[in-house]
């Protein structure tokens, strides 16, 4: 029998390479994570120090994903094999090639493998133009994720309840593990409630790739509409296919508002969120949305579109954080409540880091992943795999 408290684990994901990146960025923090409890970590994909892959290159696809901080790896089976070598647990991230190919070499190792549900369907559909609008094409991605990969693991690490049930409703068989992507304590106040915060400008915040779903411009809209606006100053931090759009809409829109455009470097968000009063996701689809649990972990009040396709809006404690997907009005009543009751804002930024520290840490996050990875290395030792 296997030490289950010092297996070895490979974190399989097409690209560790760029922290803006919501998936690769929890991929890094949990292997660090699983480093801290005692376990051997191998990261493979493009980017990893030890077991880097090359980037595969898919005309116009790939053009697309990098603008929103992705990339593709090419599958090697001399890469996998050495990567996967004395491992005890292999973890697949995303159900593209690289993937596919790492399962099929784990299985031919006799190797257990373990997957996770962090690319929405709804996510691509709305990057992909007049696709979205097809009948059915969700769906039909939903289906084509359980061929490619779903339908071949017995545990699936999911963020949030939302995706569980979707996951249902798409016919996913696998046992679902419901497990935060978390978020790391460099994230919290630092001296926030320190400063003087009194005669400045409200500061909104968003975060987040710069994308269609992501919705960003019922935000522009609604600051528009906004009563204080000329009280407010706006970061948009990110970047994605959106920017132009986004940067036409606020010259049009904000003009006198001050406004930055633009991606942020991972290690100095903590420091911008700590800045920011507001911290407003309009996003139409997500299937957790770690950026909001920085956020609030840094006390920064968060107004949260409701979408049946977002999971973030569970998130809201007050009624006052959240509004109707995609009604720029609604979000501008909300805004104007908190600029107008400075006295709820401080008291909610409080509670909100509060709340964000006991629920959703990092570091319990973690160690629920590593109980799925040793549920699935017994499941194969017992022969139930």
Not at 43 to 50: I, R
Not at 312 to 341: C, M, N, Y
């Amino acid at each position: 029998m296997k030490d289950h408290d010092r297996l070895t684990l490979a974190l399989v994901l097409d690209s560790f390479g760029n922290r803006g990146n919501g998936t690769s960025n929890s991929a890094i923090q949990y292997a660090q994570g699983l480093e801290a409890l005692g376990y051997r970590v191998r990261l493979v994909g493009v980017g990893s120090t030890d077991y880097p892959a090359r980037v595969h290159r898919i005309p116009l696809v790939s053009r697309v994903a990098a603008r929103q901080q992705m990339s593709f790896a090419r599958p090697d089976p001399e890469l996998f094999r050495r990567a996967f070598a004395g491992v005890d647990l292999v973890h697949i991230y995303e159900p593209f090639a690289f993937g596919r190919a790492a399962l099929a070499q784990a299985r031919s190792m006799g190797i257990p493998v373990t997957a996770g549900f962090h690319i929405q369907p709804e996510n691509i559909t709305y990057s992909s133009g007049p696709l979205r609008w097809m009948p059915g094409v969700d769906a039909a991605i939903y289906r084509l994720f359980r061929f490619w990969l779903y339908d071949h693991v017995g545990h699936i690490h999911v963020p949030t309840r939302l995706t569980a049930d979707l996951l249902r409703s798409h016919g996913y068989r696998a046992r679902l593990h419901v497990i935060s992507n978390g978020y790391q304590p460099r994230f919290n106040p630092g001296a926030r409630y320190e400063r003087q915060r009194s005669g400045r400008l409200i500061h909104v915040v968003a975060s987040g790739r710069l994308a269609r779903e992501k919705d960003h411009l019922t935000l522009i809209r609604a600051l528009a509409l906004c009563r204080n606006k000329y009280r407010i100053r706006l970061t948009i931090a990110g970047t994605g296919p959106m920017e132009r759009r986004l940067r036409a809409e606020v010259a049009r829109q904000l003009d006198g508002m001050p406004v930055s455009i633009g991606f942020h470097q991972n290690a100095t968000m903590p420091d911008l969120l700590r800045r920011a009063d507001l911290l407003i996701h309009p996003s139409i689809a997500d299937l957790e949305s770690v950026s909001v649990l920085e956020g609030m972990a840094c006390g920064a009040v968060p107004i949260i579109a409701r979408s049946e396709l977002s999971a973030a809006g569970h998130f809201a404690l007050t009624q006052h954080s959240l509004f109707p997907v995609g009604k720029a009005r609604f979000l501008a009543e909300q805004i104007d409540w908190w600029v107008d009751h400075p006295d709820a804002l401080a008291v909610w930024s409080r509670r909100y880091a509060e709340h964000a520290k006991e629920h959703y840490s990092l570091d319990a996050s973690v160690r629920a992943f590593a109980h799925m990875a040793v549920q699935a290395v017994s499941d194969q030792e017992s022969g139930q795999a």
